[in-house]
């Protein structure tokens, strides 16, 4: 009686069978990757790089996207896909395919091209460049072309993974006036907490919780910018670029003697209020400190530049550029040139 049962509800012989359809069994296989990478992430981890590989050799003729489920997959993993690519003035670089800085490194050649015209403006062979929360090493990168073999660059990133594209790139690039430290700079030497930001997002890892903080913490090392520039003898630093998620002012706290002195460095730095704010401070505190050590401050763009004072209509995230009050017109003097025919190649 139980088989009569089952053949009763059996549908009729001419009744077709129910077949599901191209997007239903892509949206299974596509949930069944994404439960594999919760339960068995090692196992993904391998699979992930496989995919990676294969993705790499379709894309030899020049950038392609990924498969979302590539990117879905390595996200959920915290895994950072590794893929060369190459920056508008011809280095190679190592980028996160997965993250937004190396993504858009991988499609356009370079992250913030604006500011990166600015900064190849400012350096000059010989000068000394830091890099201060370098990140996977697109300015580093640049600045060790622009400084030349008489010049040095120093940079400091202290999320130790995305520090490996960092490395990485350096020595891809057998770079010899660079030197990489997987540091953080603050007010003093000691150790911290990095609190990491989700794999798409490898900028926004920050010594306070970031947006998105998924919960993870490292201790990370860190010194001060005068500890570092006395104990590597550093004879000056000519331009810094500065972009550690809102521990500015901490930064501008342990470099008192370099940034008071009369040899001070121009600094392009970011000014974001919610990320101050994470670490108690402000905007309008950070620019008080730095025109405190003899700065004034601008932003702006190819001729146009202008004084600036931190505002509620301010973006949400502004790069400024601080410039000791007696270089303000040999500066923009300078930026200028960007604006000009002649300098657009």
């Known amino acids: 009686m139980a088989v009569l049962g089952r053949c009763a509800s059996m549908p009729p012989e001419d009744s077709p069978l129910h077949m599901p359809s191209r997007e239903d069994t892509v949206a299974g296989l596509s949930r069944s990757v994404l439960w594999l990478a919760e339960k068995q992430p090692s196992l993904m981890r391998a699979a992930v790089r496989l ?3 294969a993705h790499v050799a379709r894309a030899r003729g020049g950038p392609r996207a990924p498969h979302w489920l590539l990117l ?9 896909l590794p893929v060369k690519a190459t920056l508008g003035n011809g280095q190679r670089i190592w980028v996160p395919l997965n993250d937004l800085i190396g993504e858009t490194i991988y ?7 604006d500011w990166v015209a600015i900064i190849q403006r400012l350096l000059e062979p010989g000068m000394v460049f830091f890099d201060v929360g370098a990140h996977i090493g697109q300015y580093t990168l640049l600045a060790s072309e622009a400084v030349g073999s008489e010049g040095q660059v120093h940079s ?5 993974d ?14 010899r006036n660079v030197k990489s430290h997987c540091v953080a700079l603050s007010t003093e030497p000691g150790t911290k907490s990095l609190y990491l930001a989700p794999v798409s997002s490898l900028g926004d890892s920050s010594l306070a919780p970031p947006k998105g903080y998924v919960g993870v913490t490292r201790t990370v090392p860190c010194t001060s910018l005068d500890a570092y520039v006395a104990t590597h003898r550093v004879p000056r630093v000519d331009l ?12 501008v706290r342990g470099g008192r003697e370099l940034l008071g002195g009369h040899e001070k460095p121009l600094i392009v730095m970011e000014f974001e209020e919610t990320r101050q704010r994470a670490f108690g401070t402000s905007c309008r505190l950070l620019a008080e400190a730095l025109r405190a050590h003899g700065y004034t401050l601008l932003t702006g763009a190819g001729a146009h530049w202008h004084s600036y004072t931190p505002s509620p209509a301010d973006p949400a995230s502004l790069n400024v550029l ?18 000009s025919p002649a300098s657009i190649a």
């Open 51 to 53: 995919w990676l590989n």
């Open 240 to 251: 810094m670029k500065v972009d550690i998620e809102g521990a500015e002012l901490d930064l």
């Open 107 to 113: 499609k356009s050649g370079y992250y913030e091209p």
């Open 156 to 160: 400091f990133e202290p999320d130790p």
């Open 162 to 175: 995305t520090y490996w594209f960092l490395d990485a790139s350096v020595h891809l690039n057998r770079l």
């Open 322 to 339: 601080a410039v000791p009050e007696h270089r303000r017109d040999a500066v923009l003097g300078a930026l200028k040139e960007l604006a």
């Open 72 to 80: 879905e997959t390595a996200n959920r993993l915290r895994y950072r």
